[in-house]
């Protein structure tokens, strides 16, 4: 994840005043929950606003020092870690930057850009996800106003990402009068920029699982797909038990990043769809039929993806504790996973402390099973699968390339 | 890469057709409400040839089958209505047998309520319906937003105008007279008299919701329901029942207004630990949480998606102004079967007022659960002197729910004179939750003394020469007569500022 947030040059602006006084500001993004997969909305959203990469601050990874030492005494509620976990992010970003931040950004998300999007109820974020800001901001505002005594402007606009049209206006009214001399025509111009952005990172990561994908085809080797939400990703919160498991030579795909080339998915799901099934290669309805929440929707729908690949051998889940979104989904998931034959592990009630202990030993069990038999799983799910894999093809003949699915 | 026999994937649960053939023979199970609620909604059940039963009240056995037969880390109401199901169709399998059981009942539930786990709980019931040996049960979900959804799979059972209409018109009833008897409990002379009169007026609603008029399938229901004085006649005599009740409105009570997660402030029983009765026990007067203001924010829910429309959709504005006409609407009918009952039942917050009381805190566009509304309740009733304290009943593990209590920090960190009771229910702590509870209420009891004795301060009344007035005017004794709301809080208070206005009325 070190290249994750890596910050991109502004583009060729520059030529207002009111640019150049932007250009000094610092913008403190915490790094958590669904800015795992959205950061990079945010870096060409204000990269096209005249706010370079480099003025742009994230948090982070969390850690149970950050939450000790910046966001002690700020919680003001007992609910699940990657949300209680933001009072550290914030602390940190108010008190512990060399060079303060001008801006405190946490848009407060309320719908994602999901590549489902079309084909399900809703790409709705989870309740408490976003509405996480409202909770911690009264944290840092009971006794006074912390943001203010610090020369901090918050900013935190509901943004409903799944609409484009209407983030211009959402982000406008939240920036109008703390970035100098902003435009409406400006912002909508960020904002597509922003998704331009997101769409360009989205499709090389895709591009990349695809070769890991090709790459395990053509070798019969096995690889092991995560089902988890985005923050998962924040080693202070999935603890890296997916690097753990690549250290024993397994590639690691993220639900998330699961390639949507058309010639793919095609493959996978023709059958559901000649057999009425589904009707589409990106519906969950025969699975799951309250497809509101995009990451719900997303591992859902990652889940009938590592059922159908015969070189997915092993599906892990993490969950972390009192999850209220992922608690009805444990059956489901795991049912779709089992009956391709493909392994299931879950690690449940992940909380801010890393069990290592029984990490290693959980981590070793895995390894273990996938190297008996992943084999067995791989022939299995070959077999059951119809021919002409476009994963064999040579990368040269495929026919679908690399457009995602959403059509980009 | 040979071929061979297809994977069997997993698929989810689809109930079996419930076939008009069928309707003869199959109970139609639902709950989740209150009782009143419940037991006039079996009467538009019936109303339209349907047979249909509420699943009794669930209890703490309830809460623990459904935390056994679901997956871990459910909401405390999952649990309960999970295992309420569960419960009740496992004794039934056990009295005809599970796939009379199967045959002979059905479960119709709300299903679509955003990203909240409400709107998953099926996956909870089919989980335990499973592990009891009953996955061929139907579990029908209906769409708790769309008035007219046609028929459920198999055309059996038709959510249409005259149905959701009927279950509309039903909580705008009950909830009225809900009021009206926590109105009138807490001071009742002769202890008792108003449970009956309750349990009378609900069996004279139901006789009324059983034979309301066929008026059509989609206009006709609306335009009748819209203008008719069918139920108002009704909440009359409801009114006339409660109107041998003789009350003792000076006894110094502090009103508790209750609000929280849904199905928490709304049921009566051991999923809340039996609160409002409790409250009254404690010599409290419960405010409480009519399912009227939840279909009100249902509709600004609405309002506020196409404002946020406008300047990208061009129908935006005429769409909003659509809603708020209907808006107004239903208000305005809630507020005409208020005025059946006297007046005396609690008006309704505008959602406007909540929204902004609330803005500072949470903003109103953050869905699931009540919203905004909590803070909004809460500020509502502490800057309205509505209620001296207020109580937030508070699922263990309630997503959204959480999410504004966090908010409420804030809230209490610039109001704190708010008396503020978040109480998180297990369904099995309760010790631990009304213990909490009765900390902050002994606070509101200081505070409902305070004010009574303020109010004889300004007005230079004291108790014996108002309960002169009162039995001067035995009208005023009764559970009929309307004490206004004159700025305080506690009805002792308001009735004596009410008196003392009179006299000097009179004077004048």
């Keep these: ?408 | 890469m040979a071929t061979s026999p297809q994977q069997q994937h997993y698929r989810a649960y689809t109930p079996r057709p419930l076939t008009r053939s069928e309707i003869g023979n199959v109970e139609i199970l639902y709950g989740g409400l209150h009782w009143r609620a419940e037991n006039v909604m079996q009467a538009v059940f019936e109303n339209l040839g349907y047979k249909a039963r509420p699943l009794p009240v669930a209890t703490r056995d309830d809460l623990l089958l459904g935390r056994e037969l679901a997956d871990i880390g459910q909401c405390c109401p999952t649990s309960f209505t999970t295992g309420n199901l569960a419960s009740f169709l496992r004794e039934e399998g056990k009295r005809i047998g599970p796939e009379a059981v199967a045959d002979r009942y059905v479960y119709v539930t709300a299903g679509a309520c955003g990203a909240c786990r409400f709107g998953q709980y099926h996956q909870s019931y089919e989980l335990a319906l499973r592990n009891i040996g009953l996955e061929s049960f139907r579990v029908f979900l209906v769409d708790q937003n769309r008035m007219d959804q046609g028929a459920l799979k198999g055309g059996g059972l038709e959510v249409n105008i005259p149905l959701t209409l009927g279950m509309v018109w039903a909580i705008l009833c009950t909830d009225a007279v809900q009021s009206l008897e926590y109105r009138t409990r807490p001071y009742e002379v002769v202890a008792g008299q108003t449970d009956k009169a309750v349990r009378e007026s609900v069996e004279h609603l139901c006789e009324v919701f059983r034979n309301r008029p066929p008026k059509g399938e989609k206009w006709g229901p609306l335009a009748w329901h819209l203008t008719t004085t069918y139920f108002t006649k009704a909440l009359r005599e409801v009114h006339r029942r409660f109107e041998a009740i003789e009350v003792d409105r000076l006894q110094v009570k502090p009103v508790v207004k209750i609000t929280g997660e849904f199905y928490l402030q709304t049921v009566e029983g051991d999923p809340n630990y039996n609160i409002h009765s409790w409250l009254e026990s404690e010599g409290a007067e419960v405010y409480p949480a009519p399912i009227v203001v939840w279909l009100d924010y249902w509709i600004r829910f609405y309002v506020q998606e196409l404002e946020d429309r406008v300047g990208t959709d061009r129908a935006a504005r005429a769409k909003i102004w659509a809603l708020k006409g209907l808006q107004a609407v239903f208000r305005g009918v809630y507020e005409r079967m208020r005025k059946a009952l006297g007046g005396i039942p609690h008006e309704i917050p505008d959602q406007y007022e909540l929204r902004r009381l609330a803005a500072p805190y949470f903003h109103h566009r953050l869905s699931g659960g009540e919203g905004d509304m909590l803070i909004g309740k809460a500020l509502w009733a502490h800057v309205h002197n509505k209620a001296h304290m207020v109580c937030e009943l508070s699922p263990y593990s309630c997503m959204p729910n959480t999410m504004s209590i966090g908010a409420m920090a804030g809230v209490v960190g610039q109001h704190p004179d708010l008396l503020y009771a978040p109480i998180e229910v297990k369904g099995d702590a309760e010790v631990h939750a009304l213990s909490r509870c009765q900390m902050v209420l002994t606070e509101a009891k200081r505070r409902a003394i305070r004010e009574y004795v303020s109010v004889m301060e300004k007005t230079g009344l004291d108790p014996d020469s108002v309960r002169r007035v009162l039995d001067r005017n035995p009208a005023m004794r009764r559970a009929t007569y309307r004490v206004p709301h004159l700025g305080v809080a506690g009805t002792a208070a308001n009735t004596m500022l009410h008196v003392a206005g009179r006299r000097l009325r009179m004077a004048a």
């Design chain 1, 1 to 408: 994840m070190a290249r994750w947030f890596d910050r991109r040059p502004s583009g060729g602006h520059g030529q207002r005043p009111e640019r150049a006084e932007r250009a000094k500001l610092r913008i403190g993004i915490p790094k958590v929950l669904n800015v795992w997969t959205t950061h990079q909305l945010w870096l060409g959203f204000f990269a096209s606003l005249g706010i370079p990469g480099n003025r742009v601050v994230f948090s982070s990874d969390t850690s149970e020092e950050q939450g000790r030492e910046f966001g002690s005494g700020r919680g003001t509620v007992d609910c699940c870690y990657p949300v209680k976990c933001i009072s550290g992010h914030y602390g940190e970003l108010v008190f512990g930057q060399k060079r303060k931040i001008d801006i405190l950004f946490s848009p407060m998300i309320y719908s994602m850009p999901s590549f489902l999007h079309g084909h399900v109820a809703d790409s709705l974020a989870c309740p408490r996800v976003m509405a996480a800001p409202e909770n911690i901001k009264s944290g840092f505002l009971k006794e006074k106003d912390v943001f203010a005594e610090q020369g901090i402007r918050y900013v935190a606009p509901l943004v409903s990402l799944v609409d484009p049209l209407q983030v211009p206006k959402q982000l406008f009214i939240a920036f109008e009068g703390v970035l100098p001399g902003l435009r409406f025509e400006e912002v909508r111009e960020a904002v597509d920029q922003g998704y331009r952005t997101l769409a360009a990172f989205d499709r090389e990561l895709r591009s990349r699982s695809r070769r890991i994908l090709e790459w395990c085809a053509r070798e019969q080797r096995p690889c092991v797909m995560v089902l988890a939400r985005p923050y998962h990703m924040d080693a202070g919160i999935g603890h890296e038990i997916e690097a753990d498991l690549q250290a024993h030579g397994y590639p690691i795909l993220w639900m998330q990043y699961f390639p949507t080339d058309p010639d793919l998915l095609d493959w996978m799901f023709g059958p559901d769809i000649r057999e009425g099934y589904a009707k589409s290669v990106f519906d969950i309805s025969d699975v799951w039929p309250s497809s509101y929440s995009a990451n719900t929707n997303e591992i859902l729908w990652g889940a009938k993806a590592a059922a159908r690949v015969p070189w997915v051998t092993c599906a892990i889940r993490l969950t972390s504790y009192e999850c209220g979104m992922d608690q009805p989904t444990f059956t489901p998931v795991q049912q779709i996973v089992e009956r391709s034959g493909t392994l299931f592990f879950s690690f449940q009630e992940l909380d801010s402390t890393k069990p290592a202990g029984s990490v290693k030993i959980r981590v070793e069990t895995i390894a273990h099973y996938l190297q008996r038999s992943s084999r067995a799983v791989m022939e299995r799910k070959a077999a059951a699968m119809p021919a002409g894999c476009p994963l064999l093809e040579k990368p040269a003949c495929r026919a679908g390339g690399t457009a995602t699915a959403d059509g980009d």
